[in-house]
């Protein structure tokens, strides 16, 4: 059995608003939008695919997190500090489980850690 890649469905206040961020921040491609405004979008970049979707609550964004192993990540850190957007505790540095990651936070709160 062969388990693919995961794509996580995250929420957004404003589904406009997270696809500039990802768009334009992280070099994302739109893929879809659905709805006027959008309530539901999809990105990729190069293996990762990522769905957006409308959430008017902060609480689930804030709780919401997760990661994605890039090839570069100094490279995309220099792009994500530059940009403002690094959490403020999640500055690249090599962690205990032997990978090196840095973490950024989206317009909606959720938590996305790049790692190698």
Do not use: N
Request: net charge negative; glycine share 8%; proline share 9%.
């Amino acid at each position: 059995m062969h388990f693919g890649v995961p794509t996580p469905v995250i929420p957004a206040m404003d589904v406009d608003q997270s696809l500039r961020f990802y768009t334009a921040l992280l070099g994302f491609t739109e893929v879809f939008r659905s709805g006027t405004p959008p309530d539901y979008a999809g990105l990729v970049r190069g293996e990762t695919t990522l769905h957006i979707f409308a959430c008017p609550d902060r609480k689930i964004g804030e709780w919401t997190m997760f990661r994605v192993r890039v090839d570069d990540v100094d490279a995309l850190y220099v792009t994500a500090d530059a940009a403002g957007i690094v959490h403020p505790s999640g500055a690249l540095a090599p962690r205990p489980w032997g990978s090196r990651e840095f973490t950024v936070v989206d317009p909606a709160g959720v938590c996305v850690t790049f790692w190698a």
